[in-house]
């Protein structure tokens, strides 16, 4: 059984409501909730959120009742992690063993079908702890991206040995993204943080990789959406 679990908090500083504000048509949590329901890859469809509102929301839909999240998975700094673990507990609880675990953000709309597909195969092939969405980086440490030293100069964040010239040369390096997440049911339980196992990037292309933090990243993944869906 493979789970699929969306976090999907009431409370946003950056853009308020924004997980149930309407997006092109409908609210933005269903731009990640349908693809679930689409997939049939998918057994059981979750949703913790604190929301009463989007709760209901969800279990209409077709979501497991497995309730409100606790308050303490409710707070600004509650960690990812720790909702999952809960959701996971909640879903076995009444189903059983779960053999993968897919964890879609709300807040990363443009992903398409066949990258949350393409994620579970490359879980199922290749056997990890975790398969974790990526693009690859526009910015680079070895090249572009800079830090001030002790004297407040500007030098390069990670410098190699004779220095990077020229973007391709320096290593590649990624963007973490939460478009999809795969996970091994059995290391959900017993990490404690994302990055303690083997965790393998799922690349997925940096035009869908937009995350809608503040105002101007909702104008411009509405912007994509719209050109997609003809309506621009």
């Not at 924004?18 to 997939?39: A, E, T, V």
């Not at 066949?114 to 969405?133: C, H, K, Q, T, Y």
Request: hydrophobic share 40%; glycine share 8%.
């Amino acid at each position: 059984m493979i789970i699929g679990h969306i976090g999907a908090r009431a409370g946003s500083k950056g853009v308020p409501g924004k997980n149930f504000r309407n997006l092109c048509g409908k609210p933005l949590i269903d731009w990640s909730l349908d693809p679930l329901f689409d997939s049939d890859r998918i057994d059981a469809v979750v949703v913790s959120t604190d929301s009463q509102e989007m709760y209901d929301h969800a279990v209409a839909k077709g979501a497991l009742d497995i309730g409100l999240r606790p308050a303490h998975l409710a707070t600004d700094d509650a960690p990812k992690w720790g909702v999952w673990q809960h959701a996971l507990d909640a879903v076995e609880a009444t189903l059983g063993p779960a053999t993968g675990f897919v964890d879609l953000d709300c807040t990363s709309p443009l992903r398409l079908l066949e990258d949350i597909n393409g994620a579970i195969d490359l879980f199922e092939n290749d056997r990890p702890d975790m398969v974790m969405s990526v693009c690859e980086s526009r910015k680079n440490p070895y090249f572009n991206m800079v830090e001030t030293d002790e004297t407040g100069a500007l030098q390069v964040s990670k410098p190699l040995p004779g220095g990077t010239w020229a973007r391709q040369n320096a290593p590649v390096v990624y963007d973490h993204v939460g478009l999809v997440y795969v996970l091994d049911p059995a290391y959900l339980r017993s990490a404690k943080a994302i990055y303690e196992g083997r965790v393998i990037p799922y690349v997925i292309p940096a035009e869908r990789c937009l995350d809608i933090d503040e105002p101007i990243d909702w104008k411009i993944v509405e912007f994509l959406m719209k050109d997609r869906l003809g309506l621009a």
